[in-house]
């Protein structure tokens, strides 16, 4: 038989196909097409240049072979084949060595996410490159005060009668028109859904989106400059972990910046419909530079505050001490202890990738305080589904 290897592959259920991972691989191991994004087993070197850049951790995937899976094989999954059982070649082995690349391949970066035991069902990839949706255009409102260094836009997307079911958590790609400098249909861009399940209107078959306009994004400039009735392509829904639990006793922090807040608009908005008269059930811990920067802020000073803390982080406020995310985590160090201990707390973080390790640092020095160990608790909430990350 082969000799065995590790192959490097990718989770469909939870890649987004954003194809950072695409355009990180310096030796072009990794290639799409309509459905799915695969690795070249061929090409791939093991360079990892590919890991930190994914938001989802669905890159970060790896199996022992006896036969590498071909790029026809990948492009055909739904969902990432278990592993096979492989036997050692033992004229070969002075040891195991099926165990040696076995404990290889589950050393991954992170630790496979997962979505919480009762969050529903979600539907993924129902709209390709090749077979995209159709959407409308209803509503293009800015969020952030005009003049601020920051445009942030609320869109609202109506499907009419096509399906698009989408949760809350879940996100969905826009095909900026026109070609790219090779003559091909640009790749898609991802953003998270903003809007609650049933609707940005409650009934209504309409999604929203929350998109900050960037000097030289080609799609972020379109999306921002969209037109009442204007028609855009959409792909998707993508994501099968970010999912908020289906449980009125689960307890959600939320930590996030800018347009990190998107999902937890929609966590917000959809736990409101659900269950209105809970109390305590929701901690929101969000960032930006200035209160006219913060996307949805007049909006989230509505919501009462015995449904859901609000904890905001403001680095440039004039007259006032820089404050991040991480330093609010600090200043309720009690509350997030309690959460940490509790079954039923969740932790998402989305927004920048540059968060993530102060957020990192400050759940772990609050859990050092109390003698605890984070790594510990991190790992046990990630294969429980309480606690997801999306970072960009």
Same mark, same amino acid.
């Not at 859904?193 to 309409?206: I, K, M």
């Given at each position: 038989?082969?000799? /065995?290897?590790?192959?490097?592959?990718?989770?469909?259920?939870?890649? +987004?196909?954003?194809?950072?991972?695409?355009?990180?691989?310096?030796?072009?191991?990794?290639?799409?097409?309509?459905?799915?994004?695969?690795?070249?087993?061929?090409?791939?070197?093991?360079?990892?240049?590919?890991?930190?850049?994914?938001?989802?951790?669905?890159?970060?995937?790896?199996?022992? &072979?006896?036969?590498?899976?071909?790029?026809?094989?990948?492009?055909?999954?739904?969902?990432?084949?278990?592993?096979?059982?492989?036997?050692?070649?033992?004229?070969?082995?002075?040891?195991?060595? +099926?165990?040696?690349?076995?404990?290889?391949?589950?050393?991954?970066?992170?630790?496979?996410?997962?979505?919480?035991?009762?969050?529903?069902?979600?539907?993924?990839?129902? #709209?390709?490159?090749?077979?995209? $949706?159709?959407?409308?255009? =209803?509503?293009?409102?800015?969020?952030?005060?005009?003049?601020?260094?920051?445009?942030?836009?609320? !869109?609202?997307?109506?499907?009419?009668?096509?399906?698009?079911?989408?949760?809350?958590?879940?996100?969905?790609?826009?095909? $900026?028109?026109?070609?790219?400098?090779?003559?091909?249909?640009?790749? @898609?861009?991802?953003?998270?859904?903003?809007?609650?399940?049933?609707?940005?209107?409650?009934?209504?078959?309409?999604?929203?989106?929350?998109?900050?306009?960037?000097?030289?994004?080609?799609?972020?400039?379109?999306?921002?400059?969209?037109?009442?009735?204007?028609?855009?392509?959409?792909?998707?829904?993508?994501?099968?972990?970010?999912?908020?639990?289906?449980? /009125?006793?689960?307890?959600?922090?939320?930590?996030?910046?800018? =347009?990190?807040? $998107?999902?937890?608009?929609?966590?917000?908005?959809?736990?409101? %419909?659900?269950?209105?008269?809970?109390?305590?059930? *929701?901690?929101?811990?969000?960032?930006?530079? %200035? /209160?006219?920067?913060?996307?949805?802020?007049? @909006?989230?000073?509505?919501?009462?505050?015995?449904?859901?803390?609000? *904890?905001?982080?403001?680095?440039?406020?004039?007259?006032?001490?820089?404050? #991040?995310?991480?330093?609010?985590? %600090?200043?309720?160090?009690?509350?997030?202890?309690?959460?940490?201990?509790?079954?039923?707390? #969740?932790?998402? !973080?989305?927004? *920048?990738?540059?968060?993530?390790?102060?957020?990192?640092?400050?759940?772990?020095?609050? $859990?050092?305080?109390?003698?605890?160990?984070?790594?510990?608790?991190?790992?046990?909430?990630?294969?429980?589904?309480?606690?997801? &990350?999306?970072?960009?």
């Amino acid at each position: 038989m082969n000799k /065995p290897l590790k192959q490097h592959v990718i989770d469909p259920e939870i890649c +987004i196909r954003c194809y950072t991972c695409e355009m990180a691989c310096p030796v072009e191991a990794i290639e799409h097409d309509d459905n799915n994004v695969v690795v070249d087993a061929s090409k791939c070197n093991f360079c990892m240049d590919c890991i930190p850049v994914c938001p989802t951790g669905s890159i970060d995937n790896w199996r022992v &072979v006896a036969d590498p899976y071909s790029l026809d094989d990948q492009y055909e999954w739904m969902e990432l084949p278990e592993q096979e059982e492989i036997e050692a070649n033992e004229d070969e082995a002075e040891e195991d060595p +099926i165990a040696a690349l076995l404990a290889q391949a589950h050393a991954g970066a992170g630790g496979k996410a997962k979505a919480p035991a009762t969050a529903s069902k979600p539907a993924i990839n129902m #709209y390709n490159l090749g077979k995209p $949706a159709e959407a409308t255009v =209803t509503g293009n409102f800015r969020l952030t005060e005009a003049g601020s260094d920051s445009d942030v836009r609320h !869109i609202i997307l109506d499907l009419g009668g096509l399906p698009f079911p989408v949760l809350e958590g879940q996100s969905l790609g826009i095909i $900026a028109p026109g070609k790219d400098a090779d003559g091909k249909a640009h790749l @898609p861009r991802l953003y998270s859904v903003s809007s609650p399940r049933d609707g940005e209107r409650a009934g209504y078959h309409n999604i929203s989106l929350t998109v900050k306009r960037e000097e030289h994004g080609l799609c972020s400039n379109y999306i921002c400059d969209l037109k009442v009735g204007d028609k855009v392509s959409l792909t998707g829904p993508f994501g099968a972990t970010f999912l908020m639990p289906s449980d /009125p006793e689960a307890h959600l922090l939320m930590i996030c910046t800018g =347009t990190g807040s $998107a999902p937890f608009r929609a966590f917000t908005m959809h736990r409101q %419909r659900e269950f209105p008269s809970l109390n305590g059930s *929701l901690t929101l811990v969000f960032g930006a530079r %200035r /209160p006219a920067e913060l996307p949805y802020f007049g @909006p989230l000073k509505k919501v009462p505050d015995s449904f859901m803390s609000k *904890l905001f982080a403001f680095s440039r406020e004039t007259g006032e001490k820089k404050a #991040y995310v991480q330093d609010r985590l %600090r200043d309720e160090a009690d509350r997030v202890l309690t959460l940490m201990k509790d079954p039923k707390g #969740y932790i998402y !973080i989305c927004g *920048l990738k540059a968060m993530e390790q102060g957020v990192d640092q400050a759940l772990s020095d609050i $859990a050092r305080s109390a003698g605890l160990d984070w790594m510990a608790i991190r790992d046990e909430m990630r294969e429980d589904g309480r606690y997801h &990350v999306e970072t960009y």
